[in-house]
């Protein structure tokens, strides 16, 4: 009796791990993996991994593209919840109000999830033109001083895997070149803060430093957002220390409580 019992079970946790396995393929690897990848990664039948593929699509888990398949919206929102959960936005929220305080510009915190980052919280400039962000939505790393700070500090591997996939205008000042986006880039990596003037959002400027977790990696950044013609040098260059100095305190203040 127990036999009959312990075969399904054992059979059960069997495909619950390929399912898992198959998942955390994306959460750092290509933003896009097809059928053959992922059984030649996996060492399991094709038709199997087409099975769990078809299955997570159905829940939105995953996406599936003329490129292959991505993680779909149900798995970037686990990513996003899972996320809000780290103590970070608390550590981060205090720092961030004070930061909103110091410049009367609206300030973000942003967290890597898989190849793309999103915004966790923003509090808003009290100035009645402003700029406000949308929490929750998925942006990409290249596109905007928040994910340039953070895929200027990524892993070489992994920066280079989202620099080789076409890398779309978000605006007609979206750096999309490879020679001219690494150079940017590892201007970023020497100053530890990006600057960035319409490249996500057309007439918004920002000022981004990265946040580091306790395993030394990126995992987020924080910004100072406002209307471009408010980003004169000279706030710029005051907005460069400040969130500097922000975010490594965030850093600090997270990694010793987790």
């Known amino acids: 009796m127990t036999n009959q019992t312990a075969a399904p079970a054992q059979g059960g946790t ?7 396995d198959v ?11 097809g059928v053959t990848a992922i059984s030649r990664e996996l060492g399991i039948s094709k038709a199997v991994v087409y099975r769990i ?5 159905s829940r939105e888990m995953l996406e599936a593209g003329t490129s292959g398949y991505r993680l779909g919206p149900a798995a970037v929102a686990l990513g996003v919840s899972a996320l809000r959960r780290f ?10 109000r004070r930061l909103r305080d110091e410049t009367g510009e609206t300030t973000t915190l942003s967290g890597l999830v898989g190849d793309e980052r999103v915004y966790l919280d923003q509090f808003e400039s009290p100035r009645e033109v ?3 962000v949308e929490v929750g939505r998925r942006f990409p790393l290249h596109a905007g001083s928040s994910g340039r700070v953070i895929l200027a500090f990524l892993p070489e591997e992994r920066r280079e895997a989202v620099l080789a996939r076409p890398l779309a ?7 999309t070149g490879s020679a001219a986006l690494r150079a940017e880039l590892a201007e970023t990596a020497r100053e530890g803060v990006g600057v960035s003037f319409g490249e996500r959002q057309a007439d918004a400027g920002s000022v981004a430093a990265p946040l580091f977790g306790p395993d030394g990696e990126v995992h987020g950044s ?13 706030a710029v260059e005051r907005y460069r220390t400040l969130v500097r100095d922000a975010a490594e305190e965030v850093t600090r203040t997270w990694t010793a409580h987790r």
């Open 14 to 20: 069997e495909v619950a791990g390929r399912v898992a």
């Open 23 to 33: 998942l955390l393929l994306f959460a750092g690897g290509p933003e896009y993996l």
């Open 53 to 57: 593929l078809q299955s997570l699509v």
């Open 87 to 96: 103590n970070v936005r608390n550590a981060a929220a205090p720092v961030l």
């Open 130 to 132: 402003k700029m406000t």
């Open 169 to 175: 205008a978000l605006t007609d000042r979206t750096v």
């Open 222 to 234: 924080i910004s100072v957002c406002g209307p471009r013609h408010r980003f004169t040098p000279e």
